[in-house]
């Protein structure tokens, strides 16, 4: 029904930059809210920034200053921008949608099956 793809990981050295997307397909009807997400080896899945459809961003602590968060409504992606990275952002990064696919379904989660990114000291 609905694929997420993300792309845009990497390896990159501390202070360098990643660009991460994500393109949502499928018979969607419209997406709410678009986001990143981040699991590290042994550790919880944690939100990274997210995306309302007006454009209201949200942030974790780490992230705010370095990454921005954007999307095309049109295109149906999201993009995450990083920079000033650091090793402790090296994780799987996982996009989340939350859309529907008709006007009477209920919103929904739904994700990619994540990007690697690795960042070297």
């Known amino acids: 029904q609905v694929q997420l793809v993300e792309s845009g990981g990497g390896l990159v050295q501390a202070g360098g930059s990643l660009r991460l997307s994500c393109t949502a397909s499928?018979?969607?009807?419209?997406?709410?809210?678009m986001g990143w997400y981040r699991q590290a080896p042994g550790r919880q899945r944690d939100m990274v920034a997210t995306?309302?459809?007006?454009?209201?961003?949200t942030y974790t602590d780490s992230a705010k200053g370095r990454f921005t968060v954007f999307r095309d409504n049109a295109k149906k992606m999201v993009y995450l921008q990083m920079n000033s990275l650091k090793p402790e952002d090296t994780a799987v990064y996982y996009c989340?949608?939350?859309?529907?696919?008709?006007?009477?379904?209920?919103?929904?989660?739904?994700w990619g099956q994540g990007t690697q990114v690795t960042v070297s000291s």
């Open positions: 989340n949608a939350v859309l529907r696919f008709t006007t009477w379904g209920q919103f929904r989660g739904y």
């Open positions: 995306i309302t459809s007006d454009g209201i961003t």
């Open positions: 499928g018979s969607i009807l419209s997406i709410r809210d």
